[in-house]
């Protein structure tokens, strides 16, 4: 498998940004093609969730041991990104788990993409905003953020949210909505005090 480097440190990839992975003849793609599209994919999605920089690499690869180990259960008809989120969500809740066990904390450091065509000024506010959208998701629970992050970042159907995460579409709407109300608190809360400096 082909080393991650740092991928893309953006927050909002639009899935129409990047292609779904399916082969021109409409089967499933090999391990490699997968990771070859979506390991950017994955690395956000756990970034998102809380793995610390230094361990981002280790834990994509990760996911994707898990995805090679369960290929042949995914079905090509549907969509594969909430698929290998599903995979992402559930290695961070076991490493935040383990980590909490040990009392460790879980805090990564901030590496920043930077667009060579923006002003210094643009760059500045863009890392900004995306360290303010990053620890505002910490601020909610693990389960509500996954739902969160598959359905308003991902822009992932509701029922697609559902089936990744295993749970009823209507517990997946209940986090929705919870998820909601603590990340525009945590925005709130996050302004103010970055207001106060």
Not at 36 to 52: E, I, K, M, Q, S
Not at 182 to 197: C, W, Y
């Amino acid at each position: 498998m082909t080393t991650v480097g740092p991928c893309d440190q953006s927050l909002v990839v639009s899935p129409r940004d990047e292609p779904d992975t399916r082969t021109s003849s409409g089967t499933s793609a090999s391990l490699r093609e997968l990771f070859a599209t979506h390991a950017p994919y994955v690395w956000n999605t756990l970034r998102r969730f809380g793995v610390p920089d230094s361990d981002l690499e280790d834990v994509t690869h990760d996911v994707f041991v898990q995805v090679q180990r369960h290929l042949a259960d995914y079905d090509p008809a549907l969509p594969v990104r909430p698929w290998l989120f599903g995979f992402a969500f559930r290695l961070a809740s076991q490493r935040r788990r383990r980590a909490f066990r040990r009392h460790e904390t879980q805090s990564g450091q901030d590496h920043e993409a930077v667009d060579p065509a923006a002003l210094p000024d643009e760059r500045l506010a863009a890392a900004q905003d995306r360290r303010l959208v990053l620890r505002a998701l910490e601020a909610i629970d693990l389960e509500r953020r996954a739902v969160f992050v598959l359905s308003q970042i991902d822009e992932a159907p509701m029922a697609e949210v559902a089936r990744a995460l295993g749970i009823p579409v209507n517990t997946a709407y209940s986090r929705l909505r919870a998820a909601r109300v603590e990340f525009a608190a945590a925005v709130k809360r996050l302004r103010a005090s970055r207001g106060a400096r």
